[in-house]
């Protein structure tokens, strides 16, 4: 299935290490990030899934749940838990679903060209693509990002792009290259100048289709 920014994230229903959860029931009103790594006790995903936890009052001051999705079963994401937070120094909390069956992992295209599913599936040969979905309070996908298995993801970035998602949500402006909060953003181009002014106040003209302002208060 062939995902895009702004389809509705496909709902699944799925066991996990906070019980059975169905996906938009658990996003509730709260911004969500699904993350797929290939397996449990390997060397990238343990890294990564502590960065998650270290980063957990972060995703929280954001309103924003995070999702594991593993190969695994929930047996052995609870054992791997124990190496994360030794890892982390912080416990791993988020949910970590079941997707054995590769269910969730076939409705979010998370496998590789060319995968390979043979009985006795290895990472190498099972191995969900390291992808991350950012899904908003209505439900929609918001932003993907996708890496191979041998590159391990920068959560800076994705906090830093979830950041991005929630200024501009319903505000008629853009982020620019590298942008962090607290800088000034674009003026979309929906807006003439006089109509950016007065919804914004000053604006910085660049050029006529390149306009800054302050980034409004949320």
Known sequence: MSLRINDVAPNFTADSTAGELTLHD???????????????????????????????????????????????????????????????????????????????????????????????????????????????????????????MSVGRNFAEILRALDAVQATDGVPIATPADWVPGQDVIVALSLNDEQAKEKFGEIDVKLPYLRYTRAPQK
Do not use: Q
């Open 26 to 148: 658990w996003i509730g009103d709260s911004y969500a990030i699904l993350f797929s790594h290939p397996k449990d006790f390997t060397p990238v995903c343990t890294t990564e899934f502590g960065a998650v936890a270290r980063l957990a009052p972060e995703f929280a001051r954001r309103n924003t749940k995070v999702m594991g999705v593993s190969v695994d079963t929930v047996e052995e994401h609870k054992k791997w838990k124990a190496d994360i937070a030794a890892v982390a120094g912080a416990p791993a909390d988020f949910p970590i679903i079941d997707d054995t069956s590769l269910a969730v992992s076939k409705l979010y295209d998370m496998l590789p060209a060319d995968a390979y599913l043979p009985d006795g599936r290895t990472p190498a040969d099972s191995a969900t693509v390291r992808t991350v979905f950012i899904i908003g309070p209505d439900k929609k996908i918001r932003l993907m990002m996708i890496y191979p």
